[in-house]
Nanobody
């Protein structure tokens, strides 16, 4: 069982920045991917960014160079640096870890952290 604990959310004005952190309860060295998803009220959960064990990153189309995902294997932590935040970025942000368990891919989720961007 993998536990993920997010932190770093909060209230920020439009144009501001936040850095989210997600700490895993176990070594992330062998994780297939770690990433961030978000869900706004009344909307489906969507991909924000993922990063592989080889540090290859993928981003949602809406990110447009504003966000950067990174990982620190020594700290079992993945980060999401969010710059130039917009009101439409307001959502609950969830950390995700994807592992191979008995040859099957399995997803683990954090409890979520609220990000609110005021106009």
């Amino acid at each position: 069982q993998v536990q993920l604990v997010e932190s770093g959310g909060g209230l920020v004005q439009a144009g501001g920045s936040l850095r989210l952190s997600c700490v895993a309860s176990t070594s992330i060295d062998s994780f297939v991917t770690m990433g961030w998803y978000r869900q706004a009220p009344g909307k489906q959960r969507e991909l924000v960014a993922t990063i592989t064990s080889g540090d290859s990153a993928d981003y949602g189309d809406f990110v447009k160079g504003r966000f950067t995902i990174s990982r620190d294997n020594a700290k079992d932590t993945v980060y999401l640096q969010m710059n130039s935040l917009r009101p439409e970025d307001t959502a609950v942000y969830y950390c995700n870890a994807r592992l191979t368990v008995f040859s099957l891919l399995r997803d683990y989720w954090g409890q979520g952290t609220q990000v609110t961007v005021s106009s």
